[in-house]
């Protein structure tokens, strides 16, 4: 085996025998015996040395390959630790408490920018390797927390406690102490590599710290993320506060919009309102005069004042409901609505004008429409006027169809189709926005262009949609809301029956004027259960005549149409009677309940007005309010509404 | 859809002193009768101001008890023999059920 001398055992060299001559033959035989086992001895132990020599020789021969294999294997691993350390940028250092000397594995002098092998033996020779403005803190840290545990040498928390420490718990010797140290890259310019430095004591049977083993982890990448990531969340941040400080501006300027949004808006409806008043003044004056006297000229233009002053009180009705749309406060009166009701009543009303342009206009309501709804019936009749209105306008052949669907989730569709124009698809968006007129070939200007915005804006408050469909021939504007389907109104079985009474025990006397017998037995019976007077007539003319024949009336239920004489005419004369009489108080009584159907009976002069079918309730509501009203000189009296 | 509001022809009739109530149905009866084939006249004689007075007194009448089914017939085309049959039904239907609500509440 090279390079492993064995050991080699020497027999002793017989030592010498004195002889005596007198006998000498038995002694020499003797000797001779001696000699013979001697060397039998020797030989013997010879074969024993040469026997054991051998077994040495194996013993060693595997010693040594094993040895050899071991030490192959030791330097694999190193080497593989060694790659494993360069590749993960991690290294190991060894600190010898005692002796104060360093040993660092190679990954750490490359990590500190020394070539591998160069001398770096103590601490203070590795932290001057460090940047300048870390040195102070790396010998802070290794001076007062890492052996700040230590008391002379010894693990201050168990005191050198040996059980402990040979059972492994004394915790000091486990506890991990870090800390994040920078030094020059050689590599990269003037950049800087980042280490993180974890310490770990080691220590003897005495819980004596002897060695301090310390990892170094090349920490540039992440730290170098980790200040991107920081700059870029301080980028971000920044520009957040950027946002934050625009949105406020945009906050700022949005309340200053409202601010004058809504001056706009008070100013639009008050303006409005100011206009109004005095149009309806004018309107109604309009009303009062006497067609019979005028010229055919005359008659002419009067129409045309009464037409520019209804488009203009239409008009003003639609500026002040957008007003109210932008200021947010239009607002839903829902209620017990009887949708066919609506239906049919916006449906007439715009009878008369489809019928005058010669179109159809039919009503096509779905078997399962429901009849009663919890719904604004104001608002839905806007809507219903708005595009049927808009349906004839636009329409000048055919006929227009009011239509309506139930749709799943209990919402409604309501329809108006027509044989009109039609609107092309790209131009259907425009429709929807104030003061839009879309001047399609073929239509007939007129109105503001306010409708339909208006309409969108009741539909969102109804948490509906609008919209506008080709329909082949014309357009089919439609919207669905949801309806929520109630039974039908329970009325109160016995109202409070009251009664009119005045001071000195007089009932009040009642006109009505009411062409239709089923009418004029309800309204008979109603004023009667109220205590009144009655005397019925059928028409305007004999209330005229009744009131003139100087019977005492203290009140007129006028109805507005009827034959021979209608409501606005009759309580126009009544008014342009001489004395006390001019001023006696007129309910006009009316399926119409629209602002716009019930202006000539309030132009004509009529006090307030009852819708039919009439409930007493609402009678004796609007009778009081007028009997309350002193009537003119000489026949003033009040009447005290009392409960029996 | 019913032919009336029942629950609003009852209190229509209770609301009332017992005694008209019986004129009230014959009233009725003859109101609708006679402003029904009114409606009908005109819509034959193509008289657009008549078939709008006529729509209007009849929505009046059958405003008093809800009668719906009447208006809806009132409201569509009449212009058939088929259309204007129905329409005759409707408010014959309609008179019978009004009499048959009215009927206990009548004096004897």
């Known amino acids: 085996m090279p390079g492993t001398p064995l050991t080699r055992y020497t027999v002793p060299t017989p030592v010498a025998i004195a002889i005596e001559p007198a006998d000498s033959a038995a002694q020499i035989a003797l000797l001779e015996r001696r000699l013979a086992r001697a060397e039998a001895a020797r030989a013997a132990a010879e074969d024993l040395l040469e026997q054991k020599s051998r077994v040495l020789a194996a013993a060693n021969t595997e010693l040594t390959a094993r040895k050899e294999s071991l030490s192959t294997s030791l330097e694999r691993r190193t080497r593989q630790l060694l790659d494993a350390q360069r590749v993960a940028g991690f290294g190991t250092m060894l600190w010898d408490i005692r002796s104060r000397q360093l040993e660092l594995s190679p990954q750490v002098q490359v990590m500190i920018g020394l070539e591998p092998g160069s001398a770096v033996k103590t601490y203070r020779s590795l932290v001057r390797r460090l940047l300048r403005e870390d040195r102070r803190r790396m010998l802070h840290w290794m001076n007062r927390e890492l052996l700040a545990g230590l008391t002379n040498g010894r693990c201050e928390r168990c005191e050198g406690r040996a059980d402990q420490a040979q059972t492994g718990s004394c915790e000091e ?317 329970k009325r109160v079985a016995n109202p409070v029956v009251r009664s009119f009474a005045g001071p000195d025990g007089r009932t009040p006397r009642v006109l009505v004027a009411e062409d239709l017998a089923t009418n004029r037995i309800v309204i008979e019976g109603c004023l009667r259960k109220l205590g009144c007077e009655v005397r019925v007539v059928e028409d305007g003319q004999q209330a005229l005549t009744a009131v003139e024949s100087g019977d005492a009336y203290d009140l007129v239920l006028m109805d507005m149409a009827m034959p021979v004489m209608d409501g606005p005419e009759a309580t126009r004369r009544i008014r342009a009677l001489q004395g006390a009489l001019c001023d006696l108080p007129i309910i006009a009584l009316t399926a119409f309940t629209r602002p716009e159907e019930l202006a000539p009976m309030m132009a004509a002069g009529a006090n307030d007005s009852v819708a039919k079918p009439i409930v007493i309730e609402d009678l004796y509501r609007a009778m009081s309010k007028a009997l309350a009203f002193p009537v003119a000189s000489g026949n003033a009296h009040r009447f005290i509404n009392s409960s029996h | 859809m019913d032919l009336i509001d029942p629950e609003l022809t009852l209190s229509q009739f209770e609301a009332l002193p017992p005694e008209i109530v019986a004129p009230l149905c014959e009233a009725t009866a003859t109101d609708l009768r006679d402003w029904g084939q009114r409606l009908l006249d005109a819509v034959a004689g193509d008289d657009p101001d008549a078939i709008r007075r006529a729509r209007h007194s009849l929505k009046g009448l059958c405003g008093n008890f809800g009668a719906s089914a009447v208006m809806r017939c009132a409201d569509g085309d009449l212009q058939s023999a088929d259309a204007r049959a129905r329409f005759h039904e409707c408010i014959e239907a309609t008179i019978a059920t009004i009499l048959a609500l009215a009927a206990p509440l009548i004096p004897q």
């Open chain 1, 173 to 489: 010797s486990l506890r991990e102490y870090r800390i994040e140290v920078r030094c020059p890259n050689g590599d990269v310019g003037d950049d800087v590599r980042s280490l993180c430095v974890m310490a770990q004591f080691q220590i003897d049977s005495q819980c004596r710290p002897v060695m301090i083993f310390v990892t170094v982890q090349d920490i540039t990448r992440q730290v170098r993320a980790d200040n991107e990531a920081a700059t870029l969340r301080a980028r971000e941040l920044q520009r957040l506060q950027d946002l934050e400080k625009l949105n406020e501006e945009l906050l700022i300027a949005r309340e200053q919009a409202d601010i004058a949004n809504d001056a706009k808006s008070r100013f639009l409806a008050m303006m409005s309102h100011d206009i109004r008043t005095p149009l309806n003044g004018v309107i109604g004056m309009l009303s009062l005069f006497d067609e019979s006297t005028l010229t055919a000229e005359q008659k002419r233009t009067l129409a045309l004042v009464r037409s520019s002053g209804d488009q203009l009180r239409v008009l003003l009705n639609d500026i002040i409901d957008l007003a109210r749309a932008e200021a947010g406060k239009l607002t839903l009166s829902p209620g017990p609505t009887n949708l066919v009701d609506v239906l049919t009543d916006g449906a007439d009303f715009w009878r008369h004008l489809a019928t005058e342009k010669s179109l159809s206009l039919e009503i096509v309501l779905a078997r399962d429409t429901p009849c009663w709804i919890d719904a604004d019936s104001v608002r839905l009749r806007q809507l219903i006027d708005n595009m049927l209105s808009n349906a004839i306008k636009y329409t000048s052949e055919g006929g227009v169809m009011l239509k309506t669907r139930v749709l799943p989730q209990r919402r409604l569709r309501i329809e108006v189709v027509d044989t009109g124009i039609g609107i092309p698809a790209h131009r259907r968006a425009e429709l929807f926005t104030d003061f839009s007129q879309l001047n399609l070939l073929g239509s007939e200007p007129g109105g503001a262009g306010l409708g339909l915005a208006i309409c969108q804006r009741i539909i969102e408050v109804m948490g509906g949609t609008l919209g506008v469909d080709d329909a082949g021939r014309g357009s089919c504007f439609w919207f669905e809301i949801p309806v929520a389907e109630i039974p039908v109104p």
